[in-house]
């Protein structure tokens, strides 16, 4: 976003198998995102929960220390 002055970092997908959750995987390949963000300079990182997902429910980001947008809402276009 250019109104920012700075890049912004955009975690696009992040999934752990059943079987490895709760190890701690999830919560390191959060914190190589976010280092990588600062290394590029940066200003945020930013990623998309969906709100019906096992992670979104059990709080998984919000525990990371991420915080939930209030103030905008997620829109999309879908084009054939």
Do not use: H
Request: charged share 35%.
């Amino acid at each position: 976003y250019l109104f920012m002055g700075k890049p912004e970092g955009y975690v696009g997908e992040l999934f752990v198998k059943t079987v490895w959750r709760g190890k701690g995987f999830g919560s390191e390949l959060l914190r190589r995102a976010i280092n990588e963000a600062r290394e590029r300079g940066c200003c945020c990182i930013r990623l998309i929960n969906i709100r019906d997902r096992e992670s979104y429910r059990r709080g998984f980001y919000a525990k990371q220390g991420w915080q939930e947008r209030t103030d905008a809402a997620d829109f999309m276009m879908k084009l054939d």
